[in-house]
Every structure is written in C-alpha cells, then in structure tokens.
C-alpha cells in the first residue's frame, strides 16, 4: 500500500512524538539519524509539491560527524565503525529515533544504521528507582604504541578503541 508522503510525515512524527524520551529499561534498541537529513526528509515529506528534492539515503552525511575510520583499531560487531567525534550534540549534529521509527525510514530510504543500546545507570545509594539512558558515546580507550617503527603499520599516530560503558573486561580483552 503506497503512502502519500504527508501520511508518511504525520505517522513518524507521531511515532516521535509517543517515544519515550527516557528508555524504560536496558537493552532497547536506538539509531542515530544526522539531523541534516532528518529536515531534508521533514521538508521533501511536509512539501505538497511532488517536485520537491528528494533527501537521499539516510545518514550520507553522517561520516562529517565520525571518528575516521582509519583510526579505529577495531569495531565492535554491534556498533559498527561510527563513532561520533567529540562534540557532537542531540538535536545539533543527529537525532535519536527508536527502533521501529528507524525501520519504518531505513525501509523507505536506506542507508547507513548508526546503531545503540539504552543502558542502566549505576543505582545510586538511596535505593531508588533505576534510571536508564541511550549510550550515545562509547568509552574511548587510545593505544600508541612505542617504539614507533617504520615496519608495523598504524604506529605514526594513536589508534582508538570504542567499548560500551556496560561491558566487561573480558568483552574488551575480546
């Protein structure tokens, strides 16, 4: 069933809207949208002309608010390679779109997943409710290695390794 584009604007907008702000527990699923192609998609889906550009793949863009990649050391399976440089600000650089949001786009549109987790906070000693957040930015660990040789490759400059804030030691040694 074709969606008129207007339709398509009010149905993710709602969805937006009706998302919480605050995850209620650990492990939902979050994506990242750079918010230059979220107002290229907000203007081509609120336009009634049938001319209007359309805003492409989603986050095309999205490698100008990203860690080089050549400086990655590695990538965890889960997170892929994006990570956001320093910075980076909600609502300034990207959106946060929960999951069926983000499939009701990437199904429309394509285009590159920027995937997180929400994680619970450390419980405070009150013995009060747990608070949860969505894990935007992953630990940074930064490896130099010395000596600096010639011969081993990715030695000339630092190598950054990202780890959620929730993993164990193991999982990092891994």
Request: proline share 3%; hydrophobic share 35%.
């Amino acid at each position: 069933m074709e969606v008129s584009k207007i339709d398509e604007y009010k149905y993710v907008m709602s969805l937006i809207e009706a998302c919480s702000v605050i995850p209620e527990r650990a492990c939902l699923r979050y994506h990242l949208v750079s918010v230059t192609w979220f107002k290229k998609w907000q203007v081509y889906t609120s336009s009634h002309d049938e001319d209007a550009d359309h805003p492409g793949s989603i986050n095309d863009d999205f490698a100008t608010l990203c860690v080089a990649k050549e400086l990655l050391l590695n990538s965890d399976q889960f997170f892929g390679s994006n990570f956001l440089k320093d910075g980076m600000r909600e609502d300034i650089h990207y959106k946060v779109l929960d999951d069926q949001t983000w499939r009701f786009l990437h199904e429309r549109y394509g285009g590159i997943d920027v995937p997180r987790l929400s994680i619970e906070l450390p419980k405070d000693n009150n013995g009060g409710k747990n608070d949860f957040l969505v894990e935007i930015n992953l630990r940074r660990f930064t490896t130099i290695t010395f000596p600096r040789v010639k011969y081993i490759q990715g030695t000339n400059q630092p190598l950054h390794t990202f780890i959620s804030r929730q993993a164990t030691v193991l999982e990092l040694h891994a």
